[in-house]
């Protein structure tokens, strides 16, 4: 089975600090996704990488960016975390090498980030 | 551009009763359509896929969704709701050899017993 782990379920930071969300997947995929999920909005977009140290930006990457040193490890950065960025944070991947398979996407069970 | 409307953020349902969840897509390019559902407290999960071979796709769990080009649907159903298909639901769309999904907004199924 994929497994797609999240290192944190619920983390509490304050404003204005630095906040890294990981991602681990452990199938070799070469596709790693972060969205934000929010009641109302269903999920969006905030960073994509096809390959290590390769990103695009999604729907709403502003006040984040992204590494990946390793195809493995996807992390999400919240360069000065503020309250607007409270929510579910959800990092999934997917294989990328073939037509068919490259948009099933798997996920991780997701981060609670609240920012007071 | 891709988008999904899923209509009802809210559905209940009485257990055995029909499941039925809406879904309408716009795409410039033939679609590839999918439903994740998300339980709670957990990531999501791909339920059903359609990739332009049969129009009726069946999924994991009894479900199953049709796509009809003519109505730009692909509604989900189920013939008889059991309690654990309580969660929330997702459409979402993309095209051919595209990695990126487009997802609705979500569908919260209730199951009253």
């Known amino acids: 089975d994929v497994k797609v782990t999240q290192s944190s379920r619920y983390l509490v930071k304050r404003t204005g600090e630095k906040v890294f969300l990981e991602c681990v997947q452990d199938?070799?995929?070469?596709?790693m996704f972060w969205y934000r999920q929010d009641p109302g909005l269903g999920l969006r977009l905030i960073y994509f990488?096809?390959?290590?140290?390769?990103?695009e930006k999604g729907d709403i990457p502003e006040g984040y960016s992204v590494s990946r040193e390793k195809k493995e490890r996807f992390s999400l950065i919240l360069e000065s975390a503020s309250t607007n960025q409270t929510s579910m944070y959800l990092c999934?991947?997917?294989?990328?090498?073939?037509?068919?398979?490259?948009?099933?996407?798997?996920f991780g069970a997701g981060t609670r980030l609240s920012v007071l | 551009a891709q988008s999904v409307t899923q209509l009802g953020s809210h559905v209940s349902v009485s257990e055995g009763a029909l499941v039925l969840l809406r879904c309408n897509y716009s795409?410039?390019?033939?679609?590839?359509l999918f439903w994740y559902v998300q339980y709670p407290n957990q990531g999501l999960q791909l339920l059903l896929k359609?990739?332009?071979?049969?129009?009726l796709v069946k999924g994991i769990n009894g479900f199953e969704a049709e796509f009809k080009k003519s109505e730009t649907s692909f509604h989900l159903t189920k013939p008889s709701a059991h309690m654990s298909d309580a969660a929330e639901y997702f459409c979402?769309?993309?095209?051919?050899?595209?990695?990126?999904?487009?997802f609705g907004t979500g569908t919260r199924l209730t199951i009253i017993p």
């Open positions: 359609y990739t332009s071979a049969a129009t």
């Open positions: 199938m070799d995929h070469e596709n």
């Open positions: 795409s410039s390019v033939p679609p590839y």
């Open positions: 999934a991947s997917s294989f990328g090498r073939a037509l068919d398979t490259k948009n099933i996407q798997y």
């Open positions: 990488s096809y390959d290590v140290k390769m990103k």
């Open positions: 979402a769309v993309t095209g051919f050899g595209n990695e990126k999904l487009t």
